[in-house]
């Protein structure tokens, strides 16, 4: 049933009577929730991402960051952290363990178990398909780890330009002469036309974009 209404009063119900204590929404995000941050943060991972060097898009011409002339935060006194590949404890972190798991890998060290939390430095998101046909080569992504073809939440998709096909003109010879060129016909090249004159060029296909942090709540 709906909920009752009172003409004029529908500003004095308290909203949050509408829900039971169990079907209450999330009072903030919840563990494991990621989400972009504009301004600079610390402390970083300075590291190399190694996630994708068994993949045709590994990490290469690395070149580390700098900050600018602005604030820092330390956002891990509020809960959250870079999303920058590190390994945790899964003892000092157990709520944040028990919604990855072992998803983006694992590994004992010593007697403790660490996890490991995503990485998006210097990556896109795109959501996950779940079926929804939005993604045509979703069946060749690679799982979060790197080394498998799996399409879950986490895994890994290379840039990649679609296929497609440039049409040109070619001169055809009318006929051929034993000797020299073939009498009255001119040979000429074109090149394929351009989208941008001159065109952009650099190491990998991209939009336009902005850089963030992206940060992931652990408590």
């Known amino acids: 049933m709906g909920v009752p209404l009172v003409a004029d009063k529908w500003h004095s ?18 563990i494991g929730a990621v989400c972009p941050f504009a301004g600079q943060v610390a402390p970083t991972s300075r590291s190399v991402n190694t996630i994708w060097s068994n993949t045709p898009c590994a990490s290469s011409g690395v070149a580390a960051g700098t900050n600018a002339e602005a604030p820092i935060s330390y956002v891990e006194a509020q809960g959250w952290m870079p999303c920058d590949g590190r390994y945790l404890r899964a003892a000092a972190y157990p709520e944040l363990y028990a919604v990855l798991g072992g998803l983006y890998g694992e590994r004992s060290s010593t007697a403790d178990l ?38 879950v939440v986490g895994s890994l998709q290379c840039d990649a330009l679609q296929v497609h ?5 070619i001169t055809t010879p009318a006929g051929i002469s034993q000797q020299g060129s073939a009498a009255g016909t001119s040979i000429s090249s074109k090149s394929t036309g351009s989208p941008e004159n001159p065109a952009r060029t650099a190491l990998e296909t991209r939009p336009k974009n902005v850089a963030v942090n992206y940060l992931i709540k652990f408590r």
């Open 13 to 30: 119900f308290p909203h949050t009577s509408i829900l039971t204590k169990e079907q209450k929404m999330f009072a903030g995000p919840p």
């Open 114 to 151: 660490e996890f490991r939390i995503p990485d998006y430095r210097g990556l896109f998101l795109r959501g996950f398909d779940a079926g929804a046909g939005m993604d045509p080569d979703a069946k060749r992504r690679l799982d979060p780890t790197g080394n498998n073809v799996a399409n």
């Open 165 to 169: 096909a440039h049409p040109y003109e």
